[in-house]
């Protein structure tokens, strides 16, 4: 089968099977053949590796997959693409395409099937609308993982990489970073694509940690205290998490912490380190 990070090749299996792209479904189909192969080396996919799929579209970075690891499981939501990618993936045996939203799928059972339970990679050029629930859901559900190497919005992948103190630093950073280690890989321009976002796009590499960076006694609180912080950015800590129905503490309380943890009363949430909303979790 010819290699469909070539943009012609792409194009004749779109016309081929007449395939109008969707608009809902976050499509833009990759046509770069040096990204691919950049993604596949970020990932360090080897013959060990059973690879998790997200979104195949008509099975490009598929190919590349199959090439390299010993196991791959795609899953796709769109139906018309699946007779697309029985065609463009018939040469491969280790290609398992399911139809169905990533969001419903039980990913524990095909890493069960697939894989003996073991740690799978998940690699994928991510539907953009939905970036954020499908990586938290990866990390929350605790389904066994190496890494997830994604293609996301440049923004979203700056979002998940910086520190405190940075316009971008909220949730997701303090989230992704709790259970793994994020690297940019590559800045991705529009033009690598078919069609063609109106955004940047860049590769980022979450490894998981073996072990958090912090200990709690309460992930659930943990999260819950980051939501609060971060709900109300321009709100100090001691009025926003006071403010939050879900934790259930008092200014007198959040007060009497930072204090512990010898902070002044009117700090917000975006100068604070993931090490520090540990402290402060353990101390309410
Ligand atoms: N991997 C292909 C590539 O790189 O050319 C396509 C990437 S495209 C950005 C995202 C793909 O995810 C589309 O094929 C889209 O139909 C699929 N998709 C969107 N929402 C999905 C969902 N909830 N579950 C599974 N696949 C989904």
Known sequence: MANLGIPQNTIDVLQKHNFHFQ???GQNFLIDTSVLERIISA???TEEDCVLEIGPGIGTMTQYLAEAAGEVVAVEIDKALIPILEHTLSEYHNVTIINDDILKVDIHQIVEEK???KPIK???NLPYYITTPIIMGLFESH???K??????QKEVADRMQVGPGTKD???????VQYYAKPEIVANVP???FIPRPNVGSAVIRLTRYDKPPVEVADERKLFALIRASFNQRRKTLVNGLANAAELHVTKEQVAAALEQMGLPATVRGETFTLEQFAELSKLL
């Open 190 to 192: 529009p033009n690598c």
């Open 143 to 145: 389904v066994p993982l």
């Open 23 to 25: 608009k809902k479904y």
């Open 43 to 45: 990932a360090e996919i």
């Open 122 to 124: 998940v690699v994928a």
């Open 169 to 175: 630093y909220g949730a997701l950073s303090l989230a």
């Open 147 to 152: 890494s997830i190497t994604i293609m996301v």
């Open 115 to 117: 894989n003996a339970g």
